[in-house]
């Protein structure tokens, strides 16, 4: 890989960031009013203009449930969608937003790198590079289940990390999430935001993200772009996360500032990620670059951001091989979480592996998991009535949450902080030699047993 081209007079990838706008000049070449649809927004990102009537045809809708989808769908436009409405399971993968959380763990060792480092910009490189890593996997075009209060995931065997995530909040909807090992600790509480436009989706990442590198205790906060989902009900769905992804020692002051490239004409500048790691004088360091979907590299600069004479960019991280044909283009990592092999010795029966509807859509039977799916969403109503009327409030069990309000650019979002009885939990079940053959598949899922441990 060569280093990238500087634009003359501009210096380098200054002319990435000049007219980024939020969403990226894909929206140019769509198609309104297609068919008579109002507000109908058709984009092929491997394309132009011309062809976007054409790429309405395709997707995974059937004729006529698309159009019963769109009549459906059209007074929700210009709404956040969230949680408001009930989708058909035919767009959704076997996996819970829980378990989507622990994706970004498949990279893992590029933290423990960041902890062992002792050069602070490449520290930098090292975390940033992890943290663009996950959108190999955010890329996939299924929907993954909105999880029920009280529902948690919980990994371990991998990197030697212990994960618990919990659904902390039902409305608005809202996750926490805790990771481990000896190098570092992953901190997170995520508030999903949408704007549904008709044939596309706008979602904005409401949340704090911390990580703690344990070995100096440098504290780095993490702001990621963005995403939009293109073509929901005509065409092929796909992904783009133009914006971008702002990576700050909260220590020392250094960050590092990534632009993820619209998709353009063509497929023009998809799946591009370039930008600088920063001193706290804000004087560039290293440049970084690559693809989201491929590689991150990184090279020392001069104070113009211009590669330094005699280096050349090394590479830091490449994207692992992944299953071909894959119905739900999950990649091996996504499978592990869906499967036991990173369970811990006994699960809590809240576990989004338990879910009777993730379960049978990874089985293949759309109609049992339909079912289920609604079940669950009736009991969920139903237990919130009955906590309504004893005056009782839901209070998660491995999340506290604190005074702490945080604004993003989209949202005000409360803090909840990990409260550490879940490690204190697994110390004495992993000690018990009383769960060594517990069956995971026999355990009915619970999330609204409090004391299911």
């Excluded at 769109?70 to 989708?87: A, N, P, R």
């Excluded at 591009?272 to 004087?283: F, I, K, L, P, T």
Aim: charged residues 25%.
């Amino acid at each position: 890989m060569g280093s990238p081209k500087k634009e003359e007079g501009k210096g380098f990838f200054a002319a990435m960031s000049s007219g980024l706008s939020m969403f990226g000049n894909a929206m140019h070449r769509s198609v309104n009013g297609f068919l008579g649809y109002e507000g109908v927004e058709v984009i092929n990102p491997e394309g132009g203009k011309e062809d976007a009537e054409e790429e309405a045809q395709r997707g995974r809708w059937k004729p006529e449930e698309r159009e019963s989808y769109w009549k459906m769908m059209q007074k929700y436009i210009g709404s956040d969608v969230t949680s408001m409405v009930t989708l058909p399971v035919l767009i959704f993968e076997p996996m819970t937003m829980l378990q989507k959380m622990a994706e970004l763990m498949e990279y893992s060792y590029l933290l423990d790198q960041a902890d062992e480092c002792e050069d602070p910009y490449l520290r930098l490189v090292y975390a940033s590079s992890w943290a663009v890593s996950v959108y190999y996997a955010y890329q996939r075009t299924w929907k993954p289940f909105n999880p029920i209060l009280g529902e948690t995931y919980e990994m371990v065997n991998h990197g030697g990390i212990t994960f618990i995530s919990e659904q902390v909040s039902h409305h608005p909807p809202m996750s926490a999430g805790h990771a481990e090992n000896e190098h570092f600790t992953y901190d997170v509480t995520s508030k999903l935001k949408t704007k549904f436009l008709g044939n596309s989706l706008d979602v904005y990442p409401v949340g704090r993200t911390r990580v703690t590198l344990k070995r100096d205790g440098v504290v780095l906060d993490l702001v990621p772009p963005p995403t939009k989902v293109n073509n929901l009900i005509f065409g092929r769905t796909w992904v783009d996360s133009p914006g971008e992804m702002i990576m700050t020692n909260l220590t020392t002051g250094d960050k590092v500032v990534l632009y993820f490239q619209p998709c353009g004409w063509f497929g023009t500048g998809r799946y591009e990620v370039d930008g600088y790691v920063y001193n706290s004088a804000e004087e560039p360091k290293l440049l970084m670059t690559g693809k989201w979907n491929e590689s991150m590299s990184y090279q020392p600069c001069d104070m113009e951001g211009e590669p330094l004479p005699g280096t050349e960019l090394k590479e830091v991280w490449h994207v692992a091989d992944a299953p071909q044909n894959d119905k739900f283009q999950y990649t091996y990592f996504a499978h592990k979480i869906n499967s036991f092999d990173t369970a811990p010795k006994k699960l809590l029966a809240s576990d989004s592996r338990l879910r009777p509807d993730r379960w049978a859509l990874e089985k293949g039977d759309l109609s049992k998991a339909g079912a289920n799916k609604s079940s669950l969403e009736e009991r969920q109503r139903a237990e919130k009535k009955n906590r309504d009327a004893k005056g009782h409030l839901f209070t998660p069990r491995w999340f506290d949450l604190t005074d702490e309000v945080t604004k993003t650019p989209w949202d005000d979002l409360e803090i909840y902080q990990y409260n550490g009885k879940y490690t204190a939990h697994r110390a004495v079940v992993d000690n018990s030699d009383s769960v060594d053959d517990v069956d995971h598949t026999s355990i009915e899922f619970n999330p609204w047993q409090y004391g299911n441990l």
